[in-house]
């Protein structure tokens, strides 16, 4: 079963532009991960979030968690063309678990 | 060498056909995983080995046969699909550690079944 579900499906921006991309998970989690993914290609891993974190920086990327409301944000700031891709988050299954569930993913289009 | 490695990329075969899907990594992982995604959707778990056993297998039907013969293969053996197992397999890897299950996907095996 899909335990993370993003929001937006597609989200088109400008280049330079912000990008901010949602997700909501219904069990407790160990940890949050966001993944990317080219088009009909393998996940690349972006960035891992404990539960007891809130926010984490990698880059251009930024990442929230608030478990209380099960739910996890991605931005990444300063978009660029490359990233282009289609973006998921993925959870485990709490205690004891190291097996990923996906979420639906976002559709990121950056328009040069 | 933090690859994972599929072969082959692409593969078209038959109902009736016989195949294996390959997976190798180096990277030291214990826990091995096949996934299924269908074209717009997100990867979908089939199996999962650790420690060179299959730990998980998330109801798949037995036309699918996953095979972990060392800790740096895993193969998926295929029998008598179906056009609607058309789709991307993907293998990845990770430790075996709660809490920081980072994976690591190869670049997968798009299947066509005719």
């Known amino acids: 079963s899909q335990q993370g579900e993003e929001d937006p499906q597609a989200l088109s921006i400008q280049e330079g532009e912000n990008a901010t991309m949602n997700c909501s998970y219904k069990?407790?989690?160990?940890?949050l991960q966001w993944y990317r993914q080219n088009s009909g290609r393998g996940l690349v891993h972006l960035i891992l979030i404990r539960s007891n974190e809130r926010e984490k920086h990698s880059g251009r990327l930024r990442v929230t968690l608030d478990t209380s409301k099960k739910s996890s944000s991605l931005l990444i700031t300063a978009s660029r063309a490359a990233d282009t891709a289609s973006y998921f988050c993925?959870?485990?299954?709490?205690?004891?678990?190291?097996?990923?569930?996906f979420g639906k993913g976002t559709k990121l289009s950056v328009i040069p | 060498d933090t690859e994972v490695t599929q072969t082959p990329k692409h593969l078209v075969m038959g109902m009736t056909n016989k195949k294996s899907l390959k997976c190798e990594q180096h990277m030291g992982h214990r826990a091995m995983y096949w996934y299924k995604q269908k074209a717009k959707k997100p990867p979908e778990l089939m199996f999962v080995y650790s420690y060179e056993k299959l730990s998980i297998n998330e109801s798949v039907p037995s036309r699918f046969s996953p095979e972990c013969p060392n800790s740096s293969l895993l193969n998926l053996h295929l029998h008598a699909l179906q056009p609607e197992d058309s789709a991307l397999y993907l293998c990845?890897?990770?430790?075996?550690?709660?809490?920081?299950?980072?994976?690591?996907f190869g670049q997968g095996t798009r299947l066509t079944v005719v």
């Open positions: 990845a890897s990770s430790q075996v550690y709660s809490g920081y299950t980072e994976a690591f």
């Open positions: 993925a959870t485990d299954a709490g205690a004891g678990s190291y097996q990923l569930t």
């Open positions: 069990t407790s989690i160990n940890n």
